[in-house]
T-cell receptor
Framework: DTGVSQDPRHKITKRGQNVTFRCDPISEHNRLYWYRQTLGQGPEFLTYFQNEAQLEKSRLLSDRFSAERPKGSFSTLEIQRTEQGDSAMYLC?????????FGPGTRLTVT | DQQVKQNSPSLSVQEGRISILNCDYTNSMFDYFLWYKKYPAEGPTFLISISSIKDKNEDGRFTVFLNKSAKHLSLHIVPSQPGDSAVYFCAASYDYKLSFGAGTTVTVRA
């Protein structure tokens, strides 16, 4: 296992379109996290799963965002009706302890 | 509200000298602290961590110090090497969720 992977690495979409990102965690990790990072800022927590259960969602996460982790393995993050303010790097991380290990991220550009 | 702050956006240091990065936090419920390093177009890479019950943790060239009474932690890198040039993020954990600072860009000069 080589670490956390994310797909796609880059996504350009028009405002109003839906997009979906995938994250494959380190296989033995039971917790999976989604973060968003904008220029000049650190990553901001969006949501996390323990196995297949979604345990918490940030109040920053609007109703247009939804995440799933079927069977406690990979996870998807969907953004509906994208807005220009959604342009950011979306990072996934996985963990079995306090240390979280990040994937390379998906850079979303909404035009 | 920013619960974790890195007040120095950048740091320039000569190769071989010590780099000291600082971080302050406001939430006394944080129970674990971490430092991450990030290169452009990559995700953050875990560097070193410290539990709130300790005041120092060392791993090779990296040492993290925690002062709970001051709600302050620092990362020392010695000696600094050109490959250390990157953005460094301080993070604090509560209930296994991380809050990050805005990062400090370190440039190591030859």
């Amino acid at each position: 296992d080589t670490g956390v992977s994310q797909d796609p690495r880059h996504k350009i979409t028009k405002r109003g379109q839906n997009v979906t990102f995938r994250c494959d965690p380190i296989s033995e990790h039971n917790r999976l996290y989604w973060y968003r990072q904008t220029l000049g800022q650190g990553p901001e927590f969006l949501t996390y799963f323990q196995n297949e259960a979604q345990l918490e969602k940030s109040r920053l996460l609007s109703d247009r965002f939804s995440a799933e982790r079927p069977k406690g393995s990979f996870s998807t993050l969907e953004i509906q009706r994208t807005e220009q303010g959604d342009s950011a790097m979306y990072l996934c991380a996985s963990s079995n302890s306090y240390e979280q290990y990040f994937g390379p991220g998906t850079r979303l550009t909404v035009t | 509200d920013q619960q974790v702050k890195q007040n120095s956006p950048s740091l320039s240091v000569q190769e071989g000298r010590i780099s000291i990065l600082n971080c302050d936090y406001t939430n006394s419920m944080f129970d674990y602290f971490l430092w991450y390093k990030k290169y452009p177009a990559e995700g953050p890479t875990f560097l070193i961590s410290i539990s709130s019950i300790k005041d120092k943790n060392e791993d090779g060239r990296f040492t993290v110090f925690l002062n709970k009474s001051a709600k302050h932690l620092s990362l020392h890198i010695v000696p600094s090497q050109p490959g250390d040039s990157a953005v460094y993020f301080c993070a604090a954990s509560y209930d296994y969720k991380l809050s990050f600072g805005a990062g400090t860009t370190v440039t190591v000069r030859a």
